[in-house]
């Protein structure tokens, strides 16, 4: 069973924008906390930012003011938008979801890729 699919990863210049959507295929609920991560090779796998049903989002330092998670409910899915990427952006990036009722869900990732 698939429960969170990532997509929208791919090649892109620096300075370029990408958007990853990720979609869960049970509805979202309302005490659950979604998330993007990120691993490049030979790094820990580090979180790039969060939301929650209510709207409340985090960033990690990294990334904040170039990219902006959103959400919506209705179709149980989240984006990431990335702007002014960077080839230290580059990793692959997961979709997380987590809660008391839902337990923690990972995605199977999709790598982004930022070079001239």
């Known amino acids: 069973q698939v429960q969170l699919v990532e997509s929208g990863g791919g090649l892109v210049q620096p300075g370029g924008s990408l958007r990853l959507s990720c979609a869960a295929s049970?509805?979202?609920?309302?005490?659950?906390?979604m998330g993007w991560y990120r691993q490049a090779p030979g790094k820990q796998r580090e979180l790039v930012a969060t939301?929650?049903?209510?709207?409340?989002?985090g960033y990690a330092d990294s990334v904040r003011g170039r990219f902006t998670i959103s959400g919506d409910n209705a179709a149980n899915t989240v984006y990431l938008q990335m702007n002014s990427l960077e080839p230290e952006d580059t990793a692959v990036y997961y979709c997380?979801?987590?809660?008391?009722?839902?337990?923690?869900?990972w995605g199977r990732g999709t790598q982004v890729t930022v070079s001239s």
């Open positions: 049970r509805n979202i609920r309302s005490s659950d906390v």
């Open positions: 997380n979801r987590r809660g008391p009722l839902t337990g923690i869900l």
């Open positions: 939301i929650t049903t209510a709207g409340r989002t």
